[in-house]
């Protein structure tokens, strides 16, 4: 079964440091561009991250760039957000979703279970 | 940035109704727009693609139309399964995401 399974999420403190896994499974990862999805308690879906195929291109939203860096490691199947210099508005569950086509960008076709960030100050 | 604004945010109905949620972009983003169903607890679903393609296993009761600025999303007979959120969202420059519409039964 075609899944992306989230780890990593957990309590912090403002200021601190998470590093988010999403392992990805039974579909070719490394020809798929990848992105990281938040939603605040209670609250819409908001973009954070995407990296393309082979990593060598990222973008992130305005509200975390500087702080979270997207990144990817192909022969582990597994996609990464570092997230550094964490606010109490990074609170949130964080979603990885795959993109639909190969090799573009494109609707999400396939999204984790979530994994909960919580910072606290 | 392209804004995504998804009218009403909330719209109540009865099981058997026609619902239609509709979705402005801030400029235009041609045929770029997915909409997602997510339910309590659970990551969003991907419905339609490209504006009015049906993704794989999604029930045809469910329809996508629109280019450019603005787009619809139409239920045509609302089942008990289909009371949930409702998000669009925009990927032909980065991604954006509306604010949701949540269906409620009536």
């Known amino acids: 079964e075609v899944q992306l399974v989230e780890s990593g999420g957990g309590s912090v403190q403002r200021g601190g440091s998470l590093r988010l896994s999403c392992a990805a499974s039974?579909?070719?990862?490394?020809?798929?561009?990848m992105h990281w999805v938040r939603q605040a308690p209670g609250k819409g879906l908001v973009w954070v991250s995407r990296i393309n195929t082979d990593g060598s291109g990222t973008t992130h939203a305005d509200s975390v760039k500087g702080r979270f860096t997207i990144s990817r490691d192909n022969a582990k199947n597994t996609l990464y957000l570092q997230m550094n210099s964490l606010r109490g508005e990074d609170t949130a569950v964080y979603y990885c979703a795959r993109a639909r086509i190969p090799g573009a960008p494109d609707a999400f076709d396939i999204w984790g279970q979530g994994t909960m960030v919580t910072v606290s100050s | 940035d392209i804004q995504m604004t998804q009218s009403p945010s909330t719209l109540s109905a009865f099981v058997g109704d026609r619902v239609t949620i509709t979705c402005r972009a801030s400029q235009s983003i041609r045929s770029w727009l997915a909409w997602y169903q997510q339910k309590p607890g659970k990551a969003p679903k991907l419905l339609i693609y490209e504006a009015s393609s049906l993704e794989s296993g999604v029930p045809s009761r469910f329809s996508g139309s629109g280019s450019g600025t603005e787009f619809t999303l139409t239920i045509s007979s609302l089942q008990p399964d289909d009371f949930a959120i409702y998000y669009c969202q925009q990927y032909n420059s980065y991604i954006t995401f509306g604010q949701g519409t949540k269906l409620e039964i009536k």
């Open positions: 039974a579909f070719t990862f490394s020809s798929y561009w």
